[in-house]
T-cell receptor, first 111, second 115 residues
Framework: QKEVEQNSGPLSVPEGAIASLNCTYSDRVSQSFFWYRQYSGKSPELIMSIYSNGDKEDGRFTAQLNKASQYVSLLIRDSQPSDSATYLCAVIGGSARQLTFGSGTQLTVLP | TAGITQAPTSQILAAGRSMTLRCTQDMRHNAMYWYRQDLGLGLRLIHY???????GKGEVPDGYSVSRANTDDFPLTLASAVPSQTSVYFC??????????????FGPGTRLTVL
């Protein structure tokens, strides 16, 4: 089982809709969770971090964490074509203490 | 503020040759990292350094070496390149080497092709 799993997509949503990106992780003692956005040919850019159960909102982005279900998600409200990118989920596990990335979900927002 | 710079931007290298990828950060971050990104495999950690003078192995360290002589620089060396090392290489840094609040920030990357 991969340590961090994401649906590879591609995920397509119309402009203005809510995009929902999901991630599960295997290490029960994981403490920190991050979402990165990566445009084609560019480097990953940190957009959200979340450390405790519940929701964290930043502008149009909301991260949701459920440690009991080992699940973290990213919601993008009022999706824009400029949100089209690959979104990477990353987790700091309890043992290695290093960041482990999922393989990413490709999102396309259709005008 | 430049953040993290990497050089070169891209390189074509003959198999068997050596090469050093350069990474410099100006954020006075303690920790630095090297990742490679391959289609379908995501980002994988090669080596890391929690603080100047120390280094550690990541998930895929074979064929690579690193050094951390000072806070700002973290070069990655391929002693004898092989085609399987064709990849995009990203350098990253974070304020703390370990711990829960380890937000990492990435450089622009180096695209390496080994023929």
């Amino acid at each position: 089982q991969k340590e961090v799993e994401q649906n590879s997509g591609p995920l397509s949503v119309p402009e203005g809709a809510i995009a929902s990106l999901n991630c599960t992780y295997s290490d029960r003692v994981s403490q920190s969770f991050f979402w990165y956005r990566q445009y084609s040919g560019k480097s990953p850019e940190l957009i959200m971090s979340i450390y405790s159960n519940g929701d964290k909102e930043d502008g149009r982005f909301t991260a949701q964490l459920n440690k009991a279900s080992q699940y973290v998600s990213l919601l993008i409200r009022d999706s824009q074509p400029s949100d089209s990118a690959t979104y990477l989920c990353a987790v700091i596990g309890g043992s290695a203490r290093q960041l482990t990335f999922g393989s990413g979900t490709q999102l396309t927002v259709l005008p | 503020t430049a953040g993290i710079t990497q050089a070169p931007t891209s390189q074509i290298l003959a198999a068997g040759r050596s090469m050093t990828l350069r990474c410099t950060q100006d954020m006075r971050h303690n920790a630095m990292y090297w990742y490679r990104q391959d289609l379908g495999l995501g980002l994988r950690l090669i080596h890391y350094s929690n603080t100047a003078g120390t280094t550690g192995k990541g998930e895929v360290p074979d064929g690579y070496s690193v050094s951390r002589a000072n806070t700002d620089d973290f070069p990655l060396t391929l002693a004898s390149a092989v085609p399987s090392q064709t990849s995009v290489y990203f350098c990253a840094s974070s304020a703390a080497g370990q711990g829960a609040y380890n937000e990492q920030f990435f450089g622009p990357g180096t695209r390496l092709t080994v023929l």
